[in-house]
C-alpha cells in the first residue's frame, strides 16, 4: 500500500499523473476559494473559531467529489 502511494507521488511531481492538470488545479481552486469564503463569512457571525473551522472544512469536503468528478489521472 505504501509503495503504490509512493508510486503515485513520484508521478505526480514528475507531471506524469495527470491528463488535464488545468482542470485539476482549477476545481482545487474552486473548492480553496469556497473555504475561504466560508472562513471569511462565519468569522463575522457569534459562532465559535472552531465551529466555524468545522463548517468551512466539512461543506467543500463535501464538494469535492462533485468538482472532480470527471477527473482523470493516466
Known amino acids: 500500500m ?9 508521478l ?3 507531471g ?5 492538470p488545468i482542470y485539476f488545479f482549477q476545481q482545487i ?10 472562513l471569511m463569512w462565519l468569522s463575522q457571525t457569534s ?3 472552531w465551529g ?11 464538494m469535492m467529489p462533485f468538482l ?3 477527473f482523470k489521472i493516466k
Open 2 to 10: 505504501l509503495e503504490i502511494g509512493w508510486f503515485s507521488t513520484k
Open 52 to 62: 466555524t473551522i468545522a463548517i468551512s472544512s466539512f461543506i467543500p469536503g463535501t
Open 12 to 14: 505526480f511531481f514528475k
Open 29 to 38: 481552486g474552486i473548492g480553496f476559494s469556497i473555504s475561504l469564503l466560508l
Open 16 to 20: 506524469k499523473m495527470l491528463r488535464d
Open 68 to 70: 472532480l468528478k470527471d
Open 47 to 49: 459562532i465559535p473559531f
